[in-house]
């Protein structure tokens, strides 16, 4: 198979790390890529959002096989016109990626279908959302409505802080993200994320993970895109899994289907554990970042019939093996990150990883023959181990072995996790 993978970042590179390991795989072509990208598949300089342009250098080289990494191009629809074209592709329709692409959609889905969710209300200006607030009372949730790069969501404990949150919304802060808010209840539990490939009528749960959205130890500080994880999350037991699939991943697919969406790729479930069992937080339609390099990581089978199975309604013919060894990856991140941050700051070395083991590059560039940080987040040290404690003293082994002076990591990832083996 000739494919070409779109996307950057360190999901990105987790992907290709695995896709170049397929006995099936002839050439790989990755747009726009990264320096890590470069040592598993041909670097193209393609504009991703020109789709015409996407649809031709597919046509040119005779790619079979599209497989999206991010979720932009998908909420733009660029899997409508690789589709439209007679080309397989790993994602959904542009109406399908509503998922992610509308909070609001989202969480109208869920009332219809009777999913369990944080019960919520929708608003387009501040003063409504504002009142609503005051008559709920915090916690409570504020989601700017749209694609805002994983920063659109406040967990506010104070009134103060929600009615700061709706002014950012609608004062610009996430652009047109912002221009339809989402109020919803908080949900106490314990979070994890689940993913599920979907073909449309058939369904392959893949493994859980555990993010760490806070920039600091101690999940502390505001939150970011991810500051590391851990797969599988001890909180996600088969029980809960089962009921994760019957109450929520199972009515969703069927739900897309019925509203003339099915929905082809894969379902990134965030969850909330709560005393009731499995709730709704948020849907994303691509793999997590960075959850996808510690599933990668654990994924014993060939990735890229899997993901073929997805694109061509056959899931129902393939399985997914995976190692019992937990994985743990650290994000190393430029100092000031999620705030403002220095950019083309010197890598001066990676480490040499063994089996088992890898950095995986998220925000990087070559710059005169130097390797550049270029992103807020920027390298993942991830690595697997018979513990997760193990895999955590791997990885950050690892992460201290980067020479880096602009960069930091949180120290804990994989606390919650380690303080269960302990128990």
């Not at 599933?295 to 393939?318: E, F, N, Y």
């Not at 010197?346 to 023959?369: E, N, R, W, Y």
């Amino acid at each position: 198979m000739k494919v070409l993978l779109i996307g950057s970042g360190g999901r990105e590179h987790a992907l290709a790390w695995k896709i170049a390991q397929s006995p099936l795989l002839t050439k790989l072509y990755a747009a726009p890529g990264n320096p890590g990208i470069a040592e598993e598949a041909d670097l193209v300089a393609l504009d991703t959002d020109d789709h015409a342009a996407v649809v031709a250098f597919c046509k040119d080289k005779g790619l079979d096989f599209v497989v999206v990494g991010p979720e932009a191009p998908l909420v733009a629809g660029i899997a409508d016109r690789l589709r439209e074209a007679g080309i397989a592709v790993f994602g959904p329709s542009a109406a399908a990626a509503q998922l992610e692409g509308s909070k609001g959609f989202t969480k109208d889905v869920c009332a219809r279908f009777n999913i369990p969710t944080g019960a919520y209300q929708r608003f387009n200006n501040a003063p409504k959302a504002k009142a609503y607030v005051r008559e709920q009372g915090a916690p409570i949730v504020i989601k700017a409505d749209g694609l805002a790069a994983g920063k659109g969501v406040t967990v506010a404990m104070t009134l103060d802080e929600a009615l700061a949150a709706i002014d950012d919304c609608f004062e610009g802060a996430f652009g047109a993200a912002g221009a339809e808010v989402v109020v919803e209840a908080f949900l106490d539990g314990e979070e994890a994320s689940f993913f599920c490939l979907s073909d449309g009528k058939s369904l392959l749960p893949l493994a859980t993970a555990q993010d760490h959205k806070r920039v600091g130890d101690g999940d502390t500080g505001p939150n970011t895109g991810g500051m590391g994880a851990y797969s599988p999350a001890p909180v996600m037991t088969a029980e809960m899994v089962e009921r994760t699939m019957k109450e929520i991943i199972e009515p969703t697919m069927r739900g897309m289907a019925e509203m003339g969406h099915p929905f082809q790729g894969v379902f990134f479930a965030g969850l909330m554990i709560t005393e009731k069992g499995p709730e709704l937080i948020e849907y994303n339609v691509r793999f997590g970042d960075p959850e996808c390099q510690v599933l990668m990581m654990r994924l014993k089978s060939d990735l890229l019939p899997i993901l073929h199975a997805s694109a061509t309604g056959t899931l129902d013919q393939v399985t997914a093996e995976w190692s019992e060894d937990p994985a743990l990856t650290v994000v190393l991140a430029s100092k000031g990150y999620p705030g403002a941050y220095d950019k083309a700051t010197p890598i001066a070395s990676l480490p040499q990883a063994g089996d088992g083991a890898k950095v995986f590059h998220a925000g990087t560039a070559m710059k005169d023959g130097q390797l550049v940080a270029t992103g807020g987040r920027v390298l993942n040290a991830t690595a697997r181990g018979a513990t997760v404690a193990e895999a955590q003293a791997e990885a950050y082994r690892l992460a201290d072995a980067v020479e880096w002076a602009n960069g930091f990591c949180r120290r804990d990832i994989g606390w919650r996790a380690i303080a269960r083996e302990k128990a």
